[in-house]
């Protein structure tokens, strides 16, 4: 499992382009592009597995928060029945947006939406990478007198 420090460690050492050896660039482009694509599908598939998660316990916090969870239930989640009124239709909403677990769910997919954003934005610096080594090549003719 990466995290966005290890992602974005690794694109700072391949962000840099040896002008020196631009056709190694070339090169490594397609190599590139298939770890950081391997990346951001594993990351994707895990912000949908997270999403669900949190949605999953959102029901089951409704359903919690409504007095309406089996014993079975409340002895899996180890959680003591719920002893106060059943919040109106109009506090739900509130009672969800403060709870410990959905919250802790809620930022681990925030998380995750920072990973993928940031692997996409890595994947579309490689997609133009070709046209970097491309416009570096034409440079280094025209200084040469070509």
Same mark, same amino acid.
């Given at each position: 499992?990466? $995290?966005?420090?290890?992602?974005?460690l690794q694109w700072e050492t391949d962000a840099e382009i040896d002008t020196n050896h631009l056709d190694k660039v070339a090169i490594d482009i397609p190599k590139l592009h298939a770890k950081y694509l391997r990346?951001? $599908?594993e990351s994707k598939l895990r912000l949908a597995k997270a999403q $669900?998660?949190?949605?999953?316990?959102r029901q089951i916090k409704f359903r919690y928060y409504r007095?309406?969870?089996?014993?079975?239930?409340?002895?899996?989640?180890?959680?003591?029945?719920?002893?106060? $009124?059943?919040?109106?239709?109009?506090e739900?909403?509130? @009672?969800?947006?403060?709870?410990?677990?959905?919250?802790?769910?809620?930022?681990?997919?925030?998380?995750?939406?920072?990973?993928?954003?940031?692997v996409e934005s890595i994947m579309q610096e490689i997609r133009s990478r070709n046209w970097s080594v491309r416009n570096a090549l034409e440079y280094r003719k @025209?200084?040469?007198?070509?």
């Amino acid at each position: 499992m990466k $995290t966005v420090e290890e992602v974005m460690l690794q694109w700072e050492t391949d962000a840099e382009i040896d002008t020196n050896h631009l056709d190694k660039v070339a090169i490594d482009i397609p190599k590139l592009h298939a770890k950081y694509l391997r990346v951001l $599908t594993e990351s994707k598939l895990r912000l949908a597995k997270a999403q $669900t998660d949190y949605e999953t316990m959102r029901q089951i916090k409704f359903r919690y928060y409504r007095g309406e969870l089996s014993r079975e239930e409340l002895a899996t989640y180890e959680w003591p029945q719920w002893q106060r $009124t059943k919040p109106l239709k109009n506090e739900m909403d509130e @009672f969800l947006r403060g709870d410990g677990d959905l919250n802790q769910l809620k930022t681990r997919v925030a998380y995750l939406q920072a990973l993928v954003g940031a692997v996409e934005s890595i994947m579309q610096e490689i997609r133009s990478r070709n046209w970097s080594v491309r416009n570096a090549l034409e440079y280094r003719k @025209f200084v040469a007198g070509s």
